[in-house]
């Protein structure tokens, strides 16, 4: 029998997923548009960054798959301060600036960061008020 707990985790898991696809989709595309150095950091400290994002990120989907109310306030937190971030410092950008980066995709890639972020962050802040 299906609970509404698990409906819950069901698409708190899919949004979280899609977040994870989009996130390391973008920061493939920032690193081929240099976007290291924009924040003067070498390439080797760049790659660093990325793979603890990525740990974290995947490491937070696992607790939450498994129910842990912590993974979903850790899934909220990265997922409201990722998209606050990404549309703090791309938004911006892509207003003042037609074609941005790579065009339609650099663009598709930067909403899809910010919207399945907000969308994780509120799922997540939803599910980890409810009993497993």
Same mark, same amino acid.
């Given at each position: 029998?299906?609970?509404?707990?698990?409906?819950?985790?069901?698409?708190?898991?899919?949004?979280?997923?899609?977040?994870?696809?989009?996130?390391?989709?973008?920061?493939?595309?920032?690193?081929?548009?240099?976007?290291?150095?924009?924040?003067?950091?070498?390439?080797?400290?760049?790659?660093?960054?990325?793979?603890?994002?990525?740990?974290?990120?995947?490491?937070?989907?696992?607790?939450?798959? =498994?129910?842990? =109310? =912590?993974?979903?306030?850790?899934?909220?937190?990265?997922?409201?301060?990722?998209?606050?971030?990404?549309?703090?410092?791309?938004?911006?950008?892509?207003?003042?600036?037609?074609?941005? =980066?790579?065009?339609?995709?650099?663009?598709?890639?930067?909403?899809?960061?910010?919207?399945?972020?907000?969308?994780?962050?509120?799922?997540?802040?939803?599910?980890?008020?409810?009993?497993?």
């Amino acid at each position: 029998m299906t609970t509404h707990a698990d409906t819950s985790r069901g698409r708190l898991l899919v949004a979280a997923c899609l977040f994870a696809g989009f996130a390391s989709a973008h920061l493939i595309d920032g690193f081929l548009w240099d976007a290291p150095a924009e924040f003067h950091l070498s390439v080797p400290a760049s790659l660093l960054l990325a793979f603890v994002f990525m740990a974290a990120l995947t490491g937070l989907i696992a607790l939450a798959a =498994r129910g842990s =109310r =912590r993974a979903y306030v850790g899934l909220a937190v990265i997922g409201f301060l990722i998209a606050l971030a990404d549309l703090a410092k791309h938004g911006p950008e892509m207003m003042a600036q037609m074609p941005w =980066r790579s065009g339609a995709i650099s663009v598709v890639l930067s909403l899809g960061v910010t919207l399945s972020g907000l969308l994780t962050g509120w799922l997540a802040w939803v599910a980890r008020g409810k009993p497993v």
